[in-house]
């Protein structure tokens, strides 16, 4: 079967194959979310999902010197790596010592020099953790969370494609982000899959000193786009921004840095790339992808070469 059939088969734009049901917000430490490579064809959805999971603090934790300086809520942002294609831009190519270096790194950390050294975007979205801890002696509540985005065509330089197909794991609680639509959210899912807003309904409440994690998943792509198409395909810059209530005042507060997420590139895009390569997501190696391998590693690695 095509690659372009797994990625449809995989993810495709049915709001009824959301996320699993929040659970309360007071729930367990958050895990680190366990994303695999893999080719079954297991039912899923690519979304934009904020993950929310409660973990209250001892006077002991990082941030217990809180004051009442600064914004209500302090935010402190940990990036996490892609584990997807990667699109770099033109003017950025790999020399065969950085194909030697690509070629000992796994998946995780492979994708992650990419971005870091070849200015290289994720195409399926992203992940950033967001700890945002109460910085008032009265409890402060984040009461809304809009995103910004800007948008444009990809400047296609070399593909490195590293996946047949996605899956990820379970989370507690989710907002979901659609950047790219009139009406981005976020929004809830029940478990019926039936859509409502987040906000107003619920709300964040922070006590001085007390954690929460956000998880915050946002992948590009517009509902009503052909997902073969390539000219339908956009990289977008997006900011988040926090509305947050303190003594009866309400207030925007922006979290800090940005993200830069890409919509999957469907098969058909390679064309428009000077180089292709296919990665250790489904290699044992770094190998260049010849004209007309059609999406199947093994025409690029060889056979008894190929490991997802």
């Known amino acids: 079967m095509p690659r372009a059939a797994f990625r449809r088969i995989l993810f495709p734009w049915d709001e009824m194959a959301r996320k699993a049901p929040p659970r309360e917000q007071t729930a367990t430490p958050h895990p680190w979310r366990r994303v ?27 941030f217990a010197g809180a004051t009442t300086s600064g914004p209500p809520v302090a935010v402190h942002t940990d990036a996490q790596p892609g584990l997807d294609d990667v699109s770099l831009p033109a003017g950025q190519s790999l020399s065969p010592s950085d194909v030697k270096t690509l070629s000992a790194m796994d998946v995780r950390h492979e994708d992650a020099w990419l971005v870091a050294h070849k200015h290289g975007v994720v195409a399926n979205g992203t992940e950033e953790a967001l700890a945002v801890t109460g910085n008032r002696q009265d409890p402060v509540r984040i009461v809304g969370m809009s995103i910004t985005s800007e948008c444009k065509t ?44 987040y906000f107003p309904a619920r709300t964040i409440v922070l006590k001085q000193g007390e954690q929460v994690v956000i998880d915050v998943d946002i992948v590009p792509g517009r509902m009503d786009s052909d997902p073969t198409d390539p000219t339908a395909v956009r990289v977008c810059d997006v900011g988040l921004t926090m509305t947050v209530l303190t003594g009866g005042t309400e207030t925007t507060e922006a979290v800090p840095g940005g993200l ?28 260049a992808a010849p004209a007309g391998w059609n999406g199947d590693p093994a025409t690029a690695c060889g056979p008894g070469h190929v490991t997802y």
């Open 36 to 62: 695999a490579v893999w080719v079954a064809a297991t039912a899923g959805a690519a979304v934009i999902g904020l993950v929310v999971t409660g973990v209250v603090q001892s006077g002991e934790h990082w």
């Open 260 to 287: 830069s997420v890409m919509d999957i590139e469907p098969d058909a895009a390679d064309a428009d790339y000077g180089r292709a390569y296919v990665g250790t997501g489904l290699c044992d190696a770094f190998y």
């Open 154 to 197: 990809p400047s296609r330089g070399t593909i490195v494609r590293q996946a047949t197909g996605r899956g990820d794991g379970v989370d507690s609680e989710s907002m979901t982000f659609y950047p790219q639509e009139s009406d981005p959210g976020p929004f809830a899912f029940s478990a019926a899959g039936i859509r409502k807003d």
